[in-house]
């Protein structure tokens, strides 16, 4: 359960990241995914809880970290 509590916080926020190219359609999987994991993790302990943020912690700066590298070149000099 907590697994696919992270997948799903991992997926809807690739998706609000780029909410601004996102078709009304994918706007509403992503809000649907917001909504499904406010669901799985309503009732989760607090163990839980932690274990998917520290997960997506992890997650996340690498997340940064490429896209940085990729969408942000240094100047060329």
Same mark, same amino acid.
């Given at each position: 359960?907590? +697994? %696919? ?6 997926? !809807? &926020?690739?998706? =609000?990241?780029? #909410?601004? $190219?996102? &078709? +009304?359609?994918? %706007? ?7 909504? $499904?994991?406010? =669901?799985? &993790?309503? =009732?989760?302990? +607090?163990?839980?809880? %932690? #274990?998917?943020?520290?997960? !997506?912690?992890? #997650?996340?700066? +690498?997340?940064?970290?490429? $896209? &940085? =590298?990729? !969408?942000? %070149?240094?100047?060329?000099?």
């Amino acid at each position: 359960m907590k +697994e %696919k509590a992270l997948e799903l916080k991992k997926e !809807f &926020t690739r998706m =609000k990241d780029d #909410w601004e $190219e996102l &078709t +009304e359609g994918e %706007k509403q999987v992503a809000r649907d995914r917001e909504a $499904e994991y406010e =669901k799985l &993790t309503h =009732k989760m302990s +607090e163990s839980d809880l %932690k #274990w998917i943020e520290d997960g !997506f912690a992890v #997650w996340y700066a +690498e997340y940064i970290d490429v $896209e &940085t =590298k990729i !969408f942000i %070149k240094p100047c060329e000099g």
